[in-house]
T-cell receptor
Framework: DTAVSQTPKYLVTQMGNDKSIKCEQNLGHDTMYWYKQDSKKFLKIMFSYNNKELIINETVPNRFSPKSPDKAHLNLHINSLELGDSAVYFC????????????FGDGTRLSIL | SQQGEEDPQALSIQEGENATMNCSYKTSINNLQWYRQNSGRGLVHLILIRSNEREKHSGRLRVTLDTSKKSSSLLITASRAADTASYFCATDYNTDKLIFGTGTRLQVFP
Protein backbone atom coordinates (compact mmCIF):
# COMPACT_ATOMS: atom_id res chain seq x y z
CA ASP A 1 0.00 0.00 0.00
CA THR A 2 1.59 3.23 -1.16
CA ALA A 3 1.42 5.87 1.58
CA VAL A 4 1.86 8.96 -0.62
CA SER A 5 1.16 8.47 -4.29
CA GLN A 6 1.59 10.94 -7.12
CA THR A 7 0.44 10.79 -10.70
CA PRO A 8 1.78 10.94 -13.28
CA LYS A 9 5.32 9.73 -12.61
CA TYR A 10 6.60 11.33 -15.80
CA LEU A 11 5.23 14.37 -17.61
CA VAL A 12 6.69 15.55 -20.90
CA THR A 13 5.00 18.53 -22.49
CA GLN A 14 5.51 21.64 -24.54
CA MET A 15 6.09 25.18 -23.38
CA GLY A 16 2.89 27.11 -22.88
CA ASN A 17 0.75 24.08 -22.00
CA ASP A 18 -1.23 23.66 -18.77
CA LYS A 19 -0.77 20.51 -16.71
CA SER A 20 -1.82 19.03 -13.37
CA ILE A 21 -0.16 16.68 -10.91
CA LYS A 22 -2.23 14.74 -8.41
CA CYS A 23 -1.27 13.57 -4.95
CA GLU A 24 -3.05 11.36 -2.45
CA GLN A 25 -2.02 10.12 0.98
CA ASN A 26 -3.62 7.28 2.91
CA LEU A 27 -1.82 7.94 6.19
CA GLY A 28 -4.56 10.04 7.75
CA HIS A 29 -2.20 13.01 7.98
CA ASP A 30 -3.46 16.57 8.40
CA THR A 31 -0.70 18.35 6.49
CA MET A 32 0.43 18.04 2.88
CA TYR A 33 3.21 19.73 0.92
CA TRP A 34 4.55 20.35 -2.56
CA TYR A 35 8.31 20.54 -3.07
CA LYS A 36 10.41 21.24 -6.15
CA GLN A 37 13.77 19.50 -6.64
CA ASP A 38 16.00 20.97 -9.33
CA SER A 39 18.70 19.31 -11.39
CA LYS A 40 21.26 19.92 -8.63
CA LYS A 41 19.06 18.07 -6.12
CA PHE A 42 18.15 21.23 -4.21
CA LEU A 43 14.78 20.61 -2.58
CA LYS A 44 12.61 23.64 -1.87
CA ILE A 45 9.14 23.88 -0.40
CA MET A 46 6.47 25.46 -2.58
CA PHE A 47 3.21 25.07 -0.66
CA SER A 48 1.77 23.45 2.42
CA TYR A 49 -1.84 22.78 3.41
CA ASN A 50 -3.19 21.89 6.82
CA ASN A 51 -6.70 20.45 6.87
CA LYS A 52 -7.36 21.89 3.40
CA GLU A 53 -6.18 25.36 4.43
CA LEU A 54 -3.20 26.96 2.65
CA ILE A 55 -0.49 27.63 5.24
CA ILE A 56 2.76 28.12 3.34
CA ASN A 57 2.95 29.81 -0.03
CA GLU A 58 6.57 30.41 -0.92
CA THR A 59 7.72 32.78 -3.62
CA VAL A 60 6.26 30.76 -6.44
CA PRO A 61 4.92 32.22 -9.70
CA ASN A 62 1.15 32.46 -9.63
CA ARG A 63 1.09 30.11 -12.62
CA PHE A 64 1.30 27.43 -9.93
CA SER A 65 -1.97 26.83 -8.12
CA PRO A 66 -2.44 24.13 -5.51
CA LYS A 67 -5.85 22.73 -4.66
CA SER A 68 -6.85 20.54 -1.74
CA PRO A 69 -10.33 19.06 -2.19
CA ASP A 70 -9.96 17.17 1.10
CA LYS A 71 -7.15 16.57 3.54
CA ALA A 72 -6.07 13.36 1.78
CA HIS A 73 -5.53 15.05 -1.58
CA LEU A 74 -3.37 17.92 -2.76
CA ASN A 75 -3.15 18.67 -6.46
CA LEU A 76 -0.88 21.08 -8.29
CA HIS A 77 -1.96 22.84 -11.46
CA ILE A 78 0.58 24.68 -13.56
CA ASN A 79 -0.42 27.14 -16.26
CA SER A 80 1.63 28.33 -19.22
CA LEU A 81 4.55 26.01 -18.57
CA GLU A 82 8.05 27.42 -19.04
CA LEU A 83 11.42 25.76 -19.63
CA GLY A 84 12.49 26.65 -16.08
CA ASP A 85 9.63 24.58 -14.66
CA SER A 86 11.48 21.40 -15.61
CA ALA A 87 12.19 19.65 -12.32
CA VAL A 88 11.00 16.84 -10.09
CA TYR A 89 7.96 17.77 -8.01
CA PHE A 90 7.40 15.91 -4.76
CA CYS A 91 4.30 15.65 -2.68
CA UNK A 92 4.69 14.94 1.04
CA UNK A 93 2.55 14.65 4.13
CA UNK A 94 2.97 14.78 7.89
CA UNK A 95 0.74 14.23 10.89
CA UNK A 96 1.04 17.85 12.02
CA UNK A 97 2.75 21.02 10.85
CA UNK A 98 5.68 20.96 13.27
CA UNK A 99 8.18 18.50 14.71
CA UNK A 100 6.98 15.62 12.58
CA UNK A 101 8.66 13.44 9.97
CA UNK A 102 7.44 13.96 6.44
CA UNK A 103 6.47 11.13 4.10
CA PHE A 104 7.28 11.70 0.45
CA GLY A 105 5.85 10.39 -2.78
CA ASP A 106 8.18 9.18 -5.50
CA GLY A 107 7.97 12.39 -7.47
CA THR A 108 6.71 13.61 -10.83
CA ARG A 109 9.46 14.27 -13.36
CA LEU A 110 8.34 17.23 -15.45
CA SER A 111 10.20 17.93 -18.68
CA ILE A 112 9.34 20.95 -20.81
CA LEU A 113 10.24 20.75 -24.49
CA SER B 1 19.57 31.81 2.22
CA GLN B 2 18.94 29.65 5.28
CA GLN B 3 19.79 26.48 3.43
CA GLY B 4 22.08 24.30 5.49
CA GLU B 5 25.37 23.04 4.23
CA GLU B 6 26.36 19.42 4.19
CA ASP B 7 29.76 17.97 3.82
CA PRO B 8 31.19 16.15 2.18
CA GLN B 9 29.25 16.67 -1.05
CA ALA B 10 30.20 13.15 -2.07
CA LEU B 11 31.61 10.17 -0.21
CA SER B 12 32.83 6.81 -1.55
CA ILE B 13 33.58 3.92 0.78
CA GLN B 14 33.82 0.13 0.82
CA GLU B 15 31.18 -2.11 2.30
CA GLY B 16 31.73 -2.61 6.00
CA GLU B 17 33.25 0.82 6.54
CA ASN B 18 31.56 3.60 8.47
CA ALA B 19 30.20 6.71 6.73
CA THR B 20 29.95 10.09 8.44
CA MET B 21 28.08 13.06 7.02
CA ASN B 22 27.91 16.49 8.56
CA CYS B 23 25.29 19.22 8.44
CA SER B 24 25.61 22.83 9.54
CA TYR B 25 22.72 25.23 9.93
CA LYS B 26 22.27 28.95 10.47
CA THR B 27 20.00 29.87 13.40
CA SER B 28 18.04 28.25 16.24
CA ILE B 29 15.90 25.20 15.55
CA ASN B 30 13.18 23.07 17.12
CA ASN B 31 14.36 19.92 15.42
CA LEU B 32 16.68 18.59 12.77
CA GLN B 33 15.82 15.67 10.52
CA TRP B 34 17.80 13.34 8.27
CA TYR B 35 16.41 11.85 5.07
CA ARG B 36 17.67 9.38 2.49
CA GLN B 37 16.91 9.57 -1.23
CA ASN B 38 17.60 6.64 -3.50
CA SER B 39 18.05 7.39 -7.17
CA GLY B 40 14.73 8.14 -8.84
CA ARG B 41 12.74 7.85 -5.60
CA GLY B 42 11.26 10.12 -2.99
CA LEU B 43 12.89 11.05 0.30
CA VAL B 44 12.63 8.62 3.19
CA HIS B 45 12.71 9.90 6.76
CA LEU B 46 15.50 8.43 8.88
CA ILE B 47 15.73 10.25 12.21
CA LEU B 48 14.31 13.35 13.88
CA ILE B 49 16.35 14.87 16.70
CA ARG B 50 14.98 17.66 18.84
CA SER B 51 16.99 20.68 19.92
CA ASN B 52 17.17 19.43 23.52
CA GLU B 53 18.58 16.06 22.46
CA ARG B 54 22.25 15.34 21.81
CA GLU B 55 22.21 11.88 20.27
CA LYS B 56 19.77 9.40 18.74
CA HIS B 57 20.17 5.91 17.38
CA SER B 58 18.18 3.86 14.92
CA GLY B 59 19.66 0.52 13.91
CA ARG B 60 23.00 1.25 12.23
CA LEU B 61 22.32 5.00 12.23
CA ARG B 62 23.59 7.41 14.85
CA VAL B 63 22.77 11.11 14.78
CA THR B 64 24.35 13.75 16.97
CA LEU B 65 23.34 17.36 17.44
CA ASP B 66 25.51 20.16 18.77
CA THR B 67 23.38 23.28 19.07
CA SER B 68 26.32 25.39 20.27
CA LYS B 69 28.10 24.70 16.98
CA LYS B 70 24.86 24.58 14.97
CA SER B 71 25.84 21.26 13.50
CA SER B 72 24.70 17.66 13.26
CA SER B 73 26.28 14.47 12.02
CA LEU B 74 24.90 11.23 10.66
CA LEU B 75 26.97 8.10 11.14
CA ILE B 76 26.15 4.91 9.25
CA THR B 77 28.05 1.97 10.69
CA ALA B 78 29.02 -1.18 8.81
CA SER B 79 27.76 0.26 5.52
CA ARG B 80 26.20 -1.89 2.82
CA ALA B 81 25.86 -1.42 -0.92
CA ALA B 82 22.15 -0.78 -0.31
CA ASP B 83 23.08 2.36 1.67
CA THR B 84 24.13 4.00 -1.60
CA ALA B 85 21.92 7.10 -1.81
CA SER B 86 21.84 10.84 -1.21
CA TYR B 87 21.41 11.95 2.38
CA PHE B 88 19.84 15.26 3.35
CA CYS B 89 19.50 17.10 6.62
CA ALA B 90 16.54 19.40 7.13
CA THR B 91 15.88 22.00 9.80
CA ASP B 92 12.75 23.87 10.78
CA TYR B 93 14.27 27.10 12.13
CA ASN B 94 11.33 27.36 14.55
CA THR B 95 8.91 27.69 11.64
CA ASP B 96 6.26 25.53 9.99
CA LYS B 97 8.52 24.50 7.13
CA LEU B 98 11.62 22.38 6.60
CA ILE B 99 14.69 23.81 4.92
CA PHE B 100 16.72 21.05 3.29
CA GLY B 101 20.48 20.97 3.05
CA THR B 102 22.53 20.51 -0.06
CA GLY B 103 22.89 16.75 0.43
CA THR B 104 25.71 14.21 0.55
CA ARG B 105 25.96 11.57 -2.18
CA LEU B 106 27.13 8.31 -0.63
CA GLN B 107 28.49 5.49 -2.79
CA VAL B 108 29.18 2.17 -1.09
CA PHE B 109 31.21 -0.28 -3.15
CA PRO B 110 30.74 -4.03 -2.62
Amino acid sequence: DTAVSQTPKYLVTQMGNDKSIKCEQNLGHDTMYWYKQDSKKFLKIMFSYNNKELIINETVPNRFSPKSPDKAHLNLHINSLELGDSAVYFCASSQEMRNQPQHFGDGTRLSIL
Amino acid sequence: SQQGEEDPQALSIQEGENATMNCSYKTSINNLQWYRQNSGRGLVHLILIRSNEREKHSGRLRVTLDTSKKSSSLLITASRAADTASYFCATDYNTDKLIFGTGTRLQVFP
